[in-house]
T-cell receptor, first 115, second 109 residues
Framework: EPEVTQTPSHQVTQMGQEVILRCVPI?????FYWYRQILGQKVEFLVS????????KSEIFDDQFSVERPDGSNFTLKIRSTKLEDSAMYFC?????????????FGPGTRLTVL | SQKIEQNSEALNIQEGKTATLTCNYT??????LQWYRQDPGRGPVFLLL?????KEKRKERLKVTFDTTLKQSLFHITASQPADSATYLC????????FGAGTRLTVKP
């Protein structure tokens, strides 16, 4: 069964450094998402992406964050200058098309630790 | 402001019993509501979606109800098994996808 993959599974970085989290959505899917989950807290929406542009973004997704689909398969989340509070699990998700019946498929996540 | 509340942080039940989890929301008019399962350290896994014009949806041992007047969804697992132990999340679509904090279900043998 097709699945969303994410790399790396765990990223450790120093505060102030840039990180890029990578995702490969399911190949024929059209809508892509990033979420984060701070340890012990709820899953929080960051951004949705369709047709090579951001569709929606939350208040968390500030100027430090950016997303890109550099080729036909990868979908990346960049954090420009990491802060301690960016430490969290980051999940990528994709859906086939927008509609009430569409299932969102989540990747396994990247655990980001900012020291 | 918009809120999604899941009734309890944790629910413990005996194997074979029915687990009932609650999701309440305010200041939303969602077209649909979804339920997910999340195991520790893993991403959420989609279970069921129910539309605003549907009262009830079933899938094997799972049943979801959706009351748009009460602004509430109930999620039932019948004949629960220890393997059902996980955190269950409700999620609403309102421009973006918002999740509740989840209810951690433990099914004891």
């Amino acid at each position: 069964e097709p699945e969303v993959t994410q790399t790396p599974s765990h990223q450790v970085t120093q505060m102030g450094q840039e990180v890029i989290l990578r995702c490969v959505p399911i190949s024929n899917h059209l809508y892509f998402y990033w979420y984060r989950q701070i340890l012990g807290q709820k899953v929080e929406f960051l951004v949705s992406f369709y047709n090579n542009e951001i569709s929606e973004k939350s208040e968390i997704f500030d100027d430090q964050f950016s997303v890109e689909r550099p080729d036909g398969s990868n979908f990346t989340l960049k954090i420009r200058s990491t802060k301690l509070e960016d430490s969290a699990m980051y999940f990528c998700a994709s859906i086939l098309g927008q509609g009430a019946a569409d299932t969102q498929y989540f990747g396994p996540g990247t655990r980001l630790t900012v020291l | 402001s918009q809120k999604i509340e899941q009734n309890s942080e944790a629910l413990n039940i005996q194997e074979g019993k029915t687990a009932t989890l609650t999701c309440n929301y305010t200041n939303y008019s969602p077209a649909y509501l979804q339920w997910y399962r999340q195991d520790p350290g893993r991403g959420p896994v989609f279970l069921l979606l129910i539309r605003e014009n549907e009262k009830e949806k079933r899938k094997e041992r799972l049943k979801v109800t959706f009351d748009t007047t009460l602004k509430q969804s109930l999620f039932h697992i019948t004949a629960s098994q220890p393997a059902d132990s996980a955190t269950y999340l409700c999620a609403l679509e309102g421009g973006d996808m918002r999740f509740g904090a989840g209810t951690r279900l433990t099914v004891k043998p």
